[in-house]
């Protein structure tokens, strides 16, 4: 398994911007899809997006996309998520997951297999 640590999250205000951050150990990180997932107070966990091994492929939950990118630099084994006309209903902690198993990405929080601590993103109005 690969581990990984969330950085980037803070407070900002509506209409703002943040890039997290997912740093990952270990010399096989192309080997991984990247998940993000985020939890907000009170509600389950959900999909935000996931990049493919390659970093050729994204996909995005309807609520963050044309907002969101995800993006991946193999060499520096970090995953990036850029969050752009932020709102205060994106105010959550923000997780990044890696699959080791699929080639192609999944929303299921079940298919993940490794999990940052998570970072939180608060987002004023």
């Known amino acids: 398994q690969v581990q990984l640590v969330e950085s980037g999250g803070g407070l900002v205000q509506a209409g703002g911007s943040l890039r997290l951050s997912c740093g990952a150990s270990?010399?096989?990180?192309?080997?991984?899809?990247i998940g993000w997932f985020r939890q907000a107070p009170g509600k389950e966990r959900e999909f935000v997006g996931a990049?493919?091994?390659?970093?050729?492929?994204?996909y995005y939950a309807d609520s963050v996309k044309g907002r969101f990118t995800i993006s991946r630099d193999n060499a520096k084994n970090t995953v990036y998520l850029q969050m752009d006309s932020l709102k205060p209903e994106d105010t959550a902690v923000y997780y990044c997951a890696a699959d080791s198993i699929r080639w192609t990405w999944t929303m299921r929080e079940a298919d993940y297999d490794s999990w940052g601590q998570g970072t939180q993103v608060t987002i004023e109005s």
């Open positions: 990049i493919s091994r390659s970093g050729g492929n994204t």
């Open positions: 270990g010399r096989t990180f192309n080997n991984y899809i």
